[in-house]
C-alpha cells in the first residue's frame, strides 16, 4: 500500500485563491479524487481523474497533477468553501485517503 | 435522486457483533460495485470493505479482516456489513458509498450510521 500526504490545515482570505496538495510515491501513476467535507455531513466528490468536475460542482473547483503531487485549487474562495479536504487514489484493493486538510477562511 | 441511508448502528461492548445495512434507491443497485469508508469522530477517512456488483467478490482492510463481512441483497436493493468482535478502536461513522466506474471514484455516500464499541 502506500500514504497520501495532505497538510493538515490551509488558510486563506475570502476571494482569494487556496491550494491544498496531496503527494504519494507513484501518485502521478494513479488517478486522483478530491471530497469536500462539511462538518456534521458527508463527503462529496469534487474532482475526479485528477482534474475533471462532476456535474454540479463549481468551475471554482479545479484539480491538477505535478509528478507524484496532485493539487486541488479552490479560486475565489467563499466562506461556505471551509470544509475538510481528502484526497483519494485506489491501491489495491483499497481506497486510500490522504490524512484531510482542513481549509479555513479567514 | 440517488440515495443510500444507512442504519443498524449503536453502542456496542467490545466483542460483541453488530450488523449496518444500507438501502439504496435512485440507480440501478445491481450494476454498481459498494463499498464501506468509516471515520473516527474528527480524524480522518479509512476504507472499510468493497464488494462487486454481483456480490461475487469482496476485499477488506487489514484491520478488519476475519472479523467484518461484506455482503449485499441485490433483490432488495441492500448493502450490509456484519461486524464480529468488535474492538474500540473499531469506533467511527461508517459509510456505505457507491462506487463509479465512470469516475472512478465514490459518487454517492450515505449520512452515516455511527457505531461506538464501548463497555
Known amino acids: 500500500s502506500f500514504e497520501l500526504t495532505q497538510p493538515p490545515s490551509v488558510s486563506v482570505s475570502p476571494g482569494q485563491t487556496a491550494s491544498i496538495t496531496c503527494s504519494g510515491d507513484?501518485?502521478?501513476?494513479?488517478?486522483a479524487s478530491w471530497y469536500q467535507q462539511k462538518p456534521g455531513q458527508s463527503p462529496v466528490l469534487l474532482i475526479y481523474h485528477d482534474t475533471k468536475r462532476p456535474s454540479g460542482i463549481p468551475e471554482r473547483f479545479s484539480g491538477s497533477t505535478s509528478g507524484n503531487t496532485a493539487t486541488l485549487t479552490i479560486t475565489v474562495t467563499q466562506a461556505t468553501d471551509e470544509a475538510d479536504y481528502y484526497c483519494q487514489a485506489w491501491g489495491s484493493p483499497a481506497a486510500m485517503f490522504g490524512g484531510g486538510t482542513k481549509l479555513t477562511v479567514l | 435522486e440517488m440515495e443510500l441511508a444507512e442504519s443498524g448502528g449503536g453502542l456496542v461492548q467490545p466483542g460483541g457483533s453488530l450488523r449496518l445495512s444500507c438501502a439504496a434507491s435512485?440507480?440501478?443497485?445491481?450494476?454498481?460495485?459498494m463499498h464501506w469508508v468509516r471515520q473516527v469522530p474528527g480524524k480522518g477517512l479509512m476504507w472499510v470493505s468493497r464488494i462487486k456488483s454481483d456480490g461475487s467478490t469482496t476485499a477488506y482492510a487489514d484491520s478488519v479482516k476475519g472479523r467484518f463481512t461484506i455482503s449485499r441483497d441485490n433483490a432488495k436493493d441492500t448493502l450490509y456489513l456484519q461486524m464480529n468482535s468488535l474492538r474500540a478502536e473499531d469506533t467511527a461513522m461508517y459509510f456505505c458509498?457507491?462506487?463509479?466506474?465512470?469516475?472512478?471514484?465514490?459518487?454517492?455516500w450515505g449520512q452515516g450510521t455511527l457505531v461506538t464499541v464501548s463497555s
Open positions: 458509498v457507491k462506487f463509479s466506474g465512470n469516475y472512478d471514484a465514490y459518487d454517492i
Open positions: 435512485g440507480f440501478t443497485f445491481r450494476n454498481y460495485w
Open positions: 507513484n501518485l502521478g501513476q494513479k488517478y
